[in-house]
Each structure stands twice: as C-alpha cells, then as structure tokens.
C-alpha cells in the first residue's frame, strides 16, 4: 500500500516556473515506477511523464519534453517534477501515480494522489 500527497501547485506567470512534490509513504516506494498524469477542465487524464523505480529511465510526453523534468529521491519517498517554460495550455490538476510497471496509461498505476492545481496565466 502506498499514499501519495502531492504538493507545490500554485498560479504562475507564462514563461515561469514550478516544482510539484510528491511524497509517498510507505516502506516499499523505491520499488514502484512513478508518474504524472494531468487533467484540464472538461479534459480526460493524461499522462505527462513517469520514472522507473531506480530512477535511472525516464519518459515525457511530447507536449512537455525539454521543459518538464521528473526525478525522484528514493531516501525521502518523494517524486518531483520541475516545470519550466510553462504556458498556459500546462494548466491542469496534476497527479501522481504509483504502480509496478512504468508505462504512459493510467489504467497501469494502482496509487494516486489527490492532485494540485496548476495554473499558467498573466
């Protein structure tokens, strides 16, 4: 079993920046894949990058590559995800996701947060 509190959403500017955390508790979380996943409104869920249990393999969507970065810390039981260059069609509820394989559906992750609004606007 793993619980997930994400962290760090807030409002910015376009062309600003963000960290999101996401702390997980649990003694088993550096065994599980992780990742994120956003919904804007009347939008479905999808994924925005994951990380393999080690932390040495990571995936981005397309839309976020270069700009977003995912990683890790396995001592502290929490994933981040560094948002750069952000723009306006970033805006979303951000979750995290735990689960054994590392994948981009979300039907693979078993754990999630409850999510953290993001919001890209002048």
């Known amino acids: 079993q793993v619980h997930l509190v994400e962290s760090g959403g807030g409002l910015v500017q376009p062309g600003g920046s963000l960290r999101l955390s996401c702390a997980a508790s649990?003694?088993?979380?550096?065994?599980?894949?992780m990742a994120w996943f956003r919904q804007a409104p009347e939008k479905g869920r999808e994924f925005v990058a994951s990380?393999?249990?080690?932390?040495?393999?990571?995936n981005y969507a397309s839309s976020v590559k270069g700009r977003l970065t995912i990683s890790r810390d396995n001592f502290k039981n929490t994933m981040y995800l560094q948002m750069n260059s952000l723009k306006p069609e970033d805006t979303a509820v951000y979750y995290c996701?735990?689960?054994?394989?590392?994948?981009?559906?979300?039907?693979?992750?078993?754990?999630w947060g409850q999510g953290t609004q993001v919001t890209v606007s002048s």
């Open positions: 996701a735990a689960g054994r394989y590392m994948t981009t559906f979300r039907n693979d992750y078993d754990y």
């Open positions: 649990g003694r088993s979380f550096s065994t599980y894949a």
């Open positions: 990380i393999g249990a080690s932390g040495s393999i990571t």
